[in-house]
Structure formats: C-alpha cells, structure tokens
C-alpha cells in the first residue's frame, strides 16, 4: 500500500472538516497550481486552541495530514501549537511516502499561518521568525 | 470490483493464458536450437509472427519481437536517429502528448545532440497534418506520431501523416500501444514504416511487445547479444509471452467489430452520465477517440483523493494529477491540450473494457457524482470558485 493505515483512516474519516464561522483566526497556504490548498480556522480562548476546523484541496495525504495537524492542535495552549512540526505530524500517521512529505510541511504551515492571524488581529507580539513561509517548496517555483 | 483501467493494463485472456501454459509444457525448447525440442519452439515462434503480421497487414518477416512497447518504441526511434545521423539528418519531429517512452527517448537524443519538434495538438488532442507538413526538413531523420493517446484516447490522423511522410521520403514511427487491437490498422495503406505494439493492452500478458519494421527500411538492433530475431533484437525468446501475446492479438482482431460497437456505446453513456456534473468537462476531441476512452477534469478537486475513494467504492481508475505521477507537474497531455495546473491535478481517466457493462456503467456514474461533490465540499477551491472569490475555468 501507498499509504499508513493511519493515513487512510484520516483520509476517509477526516477529523475537524469545515469552516468555523466567526474564526479567531484564518489560514490558508498551498496554491491550487501545486495541486494543494489548506484552510484552517481558529477558536481561540484564553490562549487555547478551543476548536479547529479545515478544508483542504489535495491528495489523500493532504486531507490526512491536515485531519492529524487539527486534532495535534485541538485543546492546546497556543504556545505548544505554535511548537507543532511537520515530522510531528508524519510520525503521528506513522509515516509518508517521501515525495508526500511537502504534504506535512503545509499542514504545519497552515495551523502558523491561522495563529499569526490571531496575533496580527489582536495586535500580539511575536517572533516573526516562528513562521516559516511556504516559498522553499520547489513546486510553488516553477 | 469495477475495473476501469484497461489502458494501463488488461485482464489477461483465458485464450492467451492457455497457450502461455501449453507454450511451457510442451514447446519450452530453445527456438534456436537445431534439435527437435528446439525446432518445434520455433515453429511456434514463427506462427506467432504470422498472427501477429497478419494483425497489422505485414509480412512475419517485418515483425521483431520485443520485450514490451516500450522498447519497441526506443528501438524504432534511436535506430532512426543514428541511421539518419550518417546522412547528416538530425531533426526528429513528434507530438506534444505522446507517451514518456517516446518523450524521454527524444530528450535523450536532444541532449546528444539532435534537434527535436514536439508538435502541439490542439483543445482538441489531435495534432494537424499540415502542422507536421510545415515541420519536415531536408535534416528530417523521424516523424513519430501515436496512434492514439493513452491518456485522453485521441485518435490521431496517422494515415494522412503516413502519407505525407512517405512522399517526403521520412521514415514514419507509429506508437501503436494503445489502437492495436482496438483499430483496424493497415500499415500499408496506411503508409507506416515502424509501428510499436504491447502484449498487455489487449489482453495478452506484459513484458511482450514488438515492432513492426517496412522490409526496406534499415533497422538497429537496441539489445545486442545474439542472432535471434534476424540479428535485430538479441536475447532467447520469450515464447510462452510471444505466443500468449499473438493468441491475444488475434482473439481481439477477431471481435474487434463487435467489441468496439459495444465499448463505444458504453463510453458514450458514460461521458453523458459524468458531463452532467457541474464543471466537468471532457478532456480530448468526443471524437475520434478509441472506443473504451473517458477522461474528465473536475474544478475544485485533486485527482489522488478522487482515486482512492472510488477504490473504496470498489472501482479502479486513473488520474493525471501530479500525486498519482509522483511528481510535482500533472500529465503533460492535460497541459498540452490547454488545462491549466489547477484544473489538470482534478483529471479522471476510466477505460473500458470488452467486459464493461451498462450497470457497471451506471454504477460508476453513480459513485464518481458523489466523491466529486463529497470532495467539493471540504474544498477550499471549490468554496472560492462558488463565493465568485476565484474563477471558474471550466464553465
């Protein structure tokens, strides 16, 4: 098989699908040219991560990742979020295929992007270092 | 499971797998060899040959068996390249949308140093015979052109190339993978002077395939090593697959009438069936187009994800999304005939086979309608293309 039984599982019953209306914070990354696009909304009380919602236009280890990345985050303070790495993700679905693991990296960068959101609208301070930008991956390049 | 693959690979004929076990049981003698064992593997041999000539209006002797279409193609187009290399003749002209074993052989050959035309073909997938007319130099050493797409299962308008070409004195390479045994092909009238051809499109078994080669055209061996095949391809026959392989060939000719009328008839039903989905469009000329091809783009899908979950609805299918090619770019066919990125990652192919009925049909329909709109509707792209935020390309 191609993929974990894991990635299957949160392929074919993806945690945390929709739009959470009224967000705390929005983020999307990927373009539809490379063939994935990641939308995570935020809730965000007391600086935790009450709830967490996705849509993702991709392959199945694109909505796989993007399911682990949301329930990863669901329930955490926003510092330990901000903490999530792509390998984090990959391990949690025991695995990807190699040339799947930009795969992971978006899914990291959306649960960023949404809570760089955060912080821009209620004019928090940060470490613009903490977010890294999706332009390293060569397919956005071409 | 509903098996709507059959351009990648066919359900091997009961036919074929009985001759293959007959071939091994009674006929495993090297047809090299003088003695009787080995003679009588070679009486087989050469009435594979005959079939598979007779399948193509050739003669046995202008038929080269090969270990599949891939070689075959590389064999037609290197020896091509390096036989018009001596008379100074180094431009190869080819098409836009054909298959990577033609694509990657002329790169090859570009970075030795020959000059390659990829013609474009169109919305339509269909390149122009005036097209090729205009590319044909003096230096022209090869003009390749398939004889219908893998992909989108455009027919191309080999006969006119065919005859052009001829008249221009340029040798003319027909991959034929995909048409043989599903088109009546004539490679005289048709003016074709190699033609490629692969034991497991029709119903044979893989790692088989040959080449057709004009008896006055010069051909080089690609696999050196032995006199086998005339001294044009080494190595001890695979005589349970060749055999397996003309029993195939001949079984499909025989039915071909039948089998096209009833795939076509099939095909069009699906087309009308998945068309009514809401941005989906048909990738490809309706036609000609081969009587088991469907091939659709989808806006705001990808197409790996569309995939797997009809493999969980118990249908095989194919796409010509980056991910299901393991790498970044979609197929180059969908881009050829002017799909953008986005929509080219959304493609679905379903082929058809003899064996494709009219439930399977409507099962299928049925199944694709509600993975596109499941999918639809936990896509980002799909919310942006309905609040107006993105436009639809595919109206």
Redesign the interface.
Known sequence: MLYSEKV?DH??N?RN???IPDADGVG?VGN????????MTLKIDDGIISDVKF?????????ATSSMATELIKGKPLSQALELTNQAVVEALDGLPA??LHCSVLAEEAVKAAIKDYYDRNGIAYDPDLFRDCGDC??CM? | MIYMDNAATTRTSPTAMRVMMECMEQFWGNPSSLHTPGQKAAEVLEQARADVAAALHAQPREIIFTAGGTEADNQAIQSAARLGRKKRKTHLISTAIEHHAVLHTLKRLEQEGFEVTLLPVGEQGIVRVEDVAAAIREDTALVSVMFANNEIGTIQPIAEIGKLCREKKVPFHVDAVQAVGQLPIDVNAMCIDMLSLSGHKFHGPRGCGALYVRRTLPIQPYIEGGAQERGKRAGTENLPAIAGMAAALKESCANMEANSAKMSAMRDRLIDGIAQIPHSALNGARSPRLPGNVNFCFEGIEGESLLLLLDDKEIAASSGSACTSGSLDPSHVLLAIGRPHEVAHGSLRLTLGPETTEEQVDETIQAVKEVVEYLRGMSPVWKELQEGVRSYVIQ
Request: glycine share 16%; charged share 25%; proline share 3%.
């Open positions: 299957m392929f074919r993806p699908v929709g739009e999307q539809a040219k490379c063939g994935d696009i990641m939308r849509t993702t236009f991709g392959c199945g280890s694109a909505i040339y799947k060569e397919g071409s």
